[in-house]
């Protein structure tokens, strides 16, 4: 059974640093991994997109890698905002989207 | 830019009473699902439907769970008899076909049972 987990689960930065937030799996049956960002009490809006046959997908300040024999993805965030604090959720796709438990991000100005 | 619209924004319903959330997927899009979370866990895939039937479903999605597209534009969850366990806000989300295009979320429905 596909598990996938999120580290850290929370992370505050101070304005302008640059991160990563980590994602693995347990199965690299994947077709595609999405990364989302959700705001409190509010839907998912997707950040990027991997296909299994890409290693990363960048936009704007957004880069996402994946490394399917590894198990692990990770969302790089440049020259972090304030407006950058969000949970953000990777999801691997086989058919259903399966979701980690997101993390939690506080950008301190 | 087109999206999926999901209403009511909140439901407040007494227990063991039937609910039904709506959404109205995007317009050209073939692959319906619902996801729900509950508060402080993970997104939770519940079913897709494709071609007017079920593809898939989760263990959660039980006899009390059903789907339905009644139009060519709504595309509904309904629950039969709700428990307390079944607040939670509920996502509905759209894709236009098998490719790997990326599946579009509404802002959810908050159900709430009292």
């Known amino acids: 059974k596909q598990e996938v987990t999120q580290i850290p689960a929370a992370l505050s930065v101070p304005e302008g640093e640059n991160l990563v937030l980590n994602c693995s799996f347990t199965d690299s049956a994947i077709y595609n991994l999405q990364w989302f960002r959700q705001d409190p009490g509010k839907g998912l809006t997707s950040l990027l997109l991997?296909?299994?046959?890409?290693r990363e997908q960048t936009s704007g300040r957004l880069n996402a890698s994946l490394d399917k024999s590894s198990g692990r993805s990770t969302l790089y965030i440049a020259a972090s905002q304030p407006g950058d604090s969000a949970t953000y959720l990777c999801?691997?796709?086989?058919?259903?989207?399966?979701f980690g438990q997101g993390t939690e991000l506080s950008v301190k100005p | 830019e087109p999206e999926v619209t999901q209403t009511p924004s909140h439901q407040v319903t007494q227990m063991g009473q039937e609910v039904i959330l709506r959404c109205v997927p995007i317009s050209n899009h073939l692959y319906f699902y619902w996801y729900r979370q509950i508060l402080g866990q993970k997104v939770e895939f519940l079913v897709s439907f494709y071609n007017n039937e079920i593809s898939e479903k989760s263990e959660i999605f039980d006899d009390q769970f059903s789907v339905e597209r009644p139009d060519g534009s709504n595309f509904t969850l309904k629950i039969r008899s709700t428990k307390l366990e079944d607040s939670a806000m509920y996502f509905c989300?759209?894709?236009?076909?098998?490719?790997?295009?990326?599946?579009?979320f509404g802002d959810g429905t908050r159900l709430s049972i009292l």
């Open positions: 989300a759209s894709k236009v076909d098998h490719s790997n295009q990326p599946q579009h």
């Open positions: 991997i296909q299994s046959s890409q």
């Open positions: 999801a691997v796709i086989s058919g259903k989207l399966i």
